[in-house]
C-alpha cells in the first residue's frame, strides 16, 4: 500500500462535537471526518471510513470463505412480487421502503434477501448432492426505521453481510449454524470487540433458534443478562425468566383496604411487604377478542413477546376496554374476574401459595389468595421480562445486567421460505422436499461503530490495529526542510516496506494541531520526529491504545522493523515486536 500525506487527504476534522450526535461513536466518526450525514439516517463514508469497512468486510469475507459459503452479490432493487409470494410484502410493515417504476411495477429496497435468494436457486440447486450450499453478500439494505439514530447503530441506508444456507436436515442446518456461530465469534474478536453470544427472539425474519452477537456497551439499545459463571446470556426480550417470588405470612383469603393503593410499589409500601411478595395483573385479549388476565410476580414486567407465544394475538387492553368490563385498573386480581376471562399466570409463582394481589374492586387487596383454592389458573407459562438478579437458567447463578450493540445474529429459518417461495430439491429417492434453510447476517456499518463504541476515550478514537485506517502514522515536527522532512520520509518508507499503512502527516500545522488530530482520528502507533529528537539521536514512539510514549533510539528502531519485516509481519504483532 502506497504512503498516504496528511496533506492530500480529505479528512475533514472538526474540533466541536456536532449537535445531534448523542454516543461517542457517532460525535467521533464525525469529527475525525470519516463519515458526513447525508439525510436522516443515511451516511457517506469519506475515505478514512471507508478503508475501516474495508477491513471489516475483509474480515468478515476471510471467515466466510473459512466456512466454504461462496460470494454473490445481488440487486438491492427487489420486485414485489417475490415478497407477495413469501407474504412479508403485507407482513413487513412501513420499514420496507416501497415504490412503483415507470410501469407501475411494485419494487421495494431490500431490508434484507431472504426472498430473493429462495428465488434465485429454487430452480437450479435440484440435487441432494449439491447441498449444503451456503451463498453471501455484502450489501447495502434499506429500512425505513422508525426512529434512525445514533449514527451508524441505526440507520436507514446500512451495509450488511447477509449469507443464507440450503440444508437437507435439520442436522444439516444445525452444523452450518454452529460453524457460522464460530466464523460470526471470530469476526467480532477480529474486529476487536469484547462480544457476548445470546439467546435472542426472531422477530420479523421467523424461525425459532436463533443467536445474537452482542457487542458490550452502554450505548448500546439491547437490555442484557449475563451469568457470572457461565458462558450464559440473553436479550432480555427473550430470555428465560427464573426468579423468586417471596411468601407472604397470610395464607386464609383476607380481604384488605388499601385506599389510594394503585401500583404494586405503593402496594408494597403500604403492607411493608417486599415487591416480590405481591403478584402483579395485565389484562389484554387474544386474536379472537377473549379477554386473558395475567399474572406475573410483582417485581417483574410482562413480556408481551412470551405473552404471544402462549396466547396467538395477544394485546393489551386500553383503559377504556377495562373499564367496559368492569376491571379497576390498579387492583385487578384474579378471584371473582368475570366468567368469560381467562388466567394465565407465570410460572415462577408456582412458588408461592398465597398471593397477594388485586381484588377487582377499586382501593381494595386480597392477601392470601390460593390459586386451585380461590381460583383456576387456565395456562402457566413464562410470562415475565428476565433481569438482573435472575437466576441464570443453566447453572443457577444470580444473572447481572448489561447493555449491547446487535452486531450479527443467526437463524435457523426451517421451510419458512422455502415452502411459501416453493423451493425444493430432489433427494436421494428423487423425491421433492423443501430446503431447510438458515440465514445469517453481520451489519458491518454497525460494526464499525460497535467498535468505536469500544475503542475511545476523552481525546478520540482508538483504533484496533486489525481495522485501523492505517497502522503507523509518522508526525514530522517541521516540513519541507532538509533534515527533519527526509527522515520521516525514510522512516515511512522503511514501515511501508516492513508491510505497513503508513500515514505521514506533512501539513504546514503547529505540532500540536497534529498530535490532537492524530489522537482524534486514532492512529495505532504514532511516531514524532523533530529536530530535537534528531540531534539526540531519538524518535518519540506513542502507542495510542495506552498513552504511553518513549523515546527509541533511531538506529534501535530501524533494527527493529527490519526484525519485524523478516518475521511474522502482521501488523497487530508490530506493537508487541517493535515498540514494547
Ligand atoms: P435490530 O433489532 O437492531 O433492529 P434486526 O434484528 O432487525 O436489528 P437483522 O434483521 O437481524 O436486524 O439484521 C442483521 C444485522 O444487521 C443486525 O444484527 C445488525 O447488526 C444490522 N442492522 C439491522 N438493522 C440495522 C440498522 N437500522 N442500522 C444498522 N445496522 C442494522
Ligand atoms: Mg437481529
Redesign the pocket.
Known sequence: MSITYMSKLYAPTLRDDPADAEIASHKLLLRAGMMRKTAA?VYTYLPLGKRVLAKIEEIVRDEMDATGAQEVFMPALQPAELWHESGRWDDYGPELMRFNDRHDHGFCLG??HEELITALVRSELRSYKQLPTTLYQIQS?Y?D?IR?RFG?????E???K?AYSFNESQESLQKTYDEMSVAYGNICDRCGLDYRPVE?DS???GGKVTT??MALADAG??ELVTCPDCSYAANTEAGACICHPTQYEVTELTEIETPGVGSIASLAEFLGIPETSTVKAMVGKDEEGCVWALFIPGDHELNEIKAERLIPGFELLTDEELEEIGLPKGSIGPVGLPEKVKVAADENLKAITAWVVGANKDGFHYAGATPGRDFTVDAWADLSVVKPGDDCPHCGATMTGCRG?????V?QLGEKYSRTMGATYLDADGKEQYFIMGCY???????L?AIVEQHNDEKGIIWPMTVAPAHVCVIPLSVGDDYVAPEAQRLADVLTAAGLEVVVDDRKDRPGVKFNDADLIGWPVQIVVGKRGLDEGNFEVKVRATGEKKNVATGELYERIAAFAQGTRAPEDFIAQVIE
Open positions: 439516517g431490508p434484507t439494505k429500512r426505521e434512525p451508524l447503530l441505526r440507520s436507514r446500512f451495509i450488511m447477509d435472542a422477530g420479523q425474519i445474537e452477537f439499545e439491547a450493540i446487535e452486531v450479527s445474529q437463524f447476517g453481520v451489519g458491518v456499518s454497525r460494526t461503530a
